[in-house]
């Protein structure tokens, strides 16, 4: 199983980008949920939305609901994360993740994509 994250880059404050995390896996990878996560330099990793498979569930941390929106297409095991409004704040690496099950326990790891707000 992989995760493929991409779609950062760099941008202005102010900005929108939309990041897309593509599962791929040579046999059928039934997914319980998927989840962005970031990173800052210096930071600890934090949780930023998670999506259920069938879209239906989606959970944010309070910082980032109402700028950000996690979307999924389970046919193409594809997840987003739409950004708006960035801020220099939200430069970190951005890793999605994918868990098989309601626990707290996130399996696969995508290899994160670089996310720079400049002001």
């Known amino acids: 199983v992989q995760l493929q994250a991409s779609g950062g880059g760099l941008v202005q404050a102010g900005a929108s980008l939309r990041l897309s995390c593509v599962v791929s896996s040579g046999r059928a990878f039934n997914w319980y949920a998927m989840g962005w996560f970031r990173q800052a330099p210096g930071k600890e990793r934090e949780f930023v939305a998670r999506?259920?498979?069938?879209?239906?569930?989606?959970i944010y941390a309070n910082s980032f609901e109402g700028r950000f929106t996690i979307s999924g297409d389970a046919a193409k095991n594809t997840v987003y994360l739409q950004k708006n409004s960035l801020k220099p704040e939200d430069t970190a690496v951005y890793y999605c993740?994918?868990?098989?099950?309601?626990?707290?326990?996130?399996?696969?790891w995508g290899q994160g994509t670089q996310v720079t707000v400049s002001s």
């Open positions: 999506i259920s498979r069938s879209g239906g569930i989606t």
């Open positions: 993740a994918a868990k098989l099950t309601d626990s707290t326990v996130y399996t696969y």
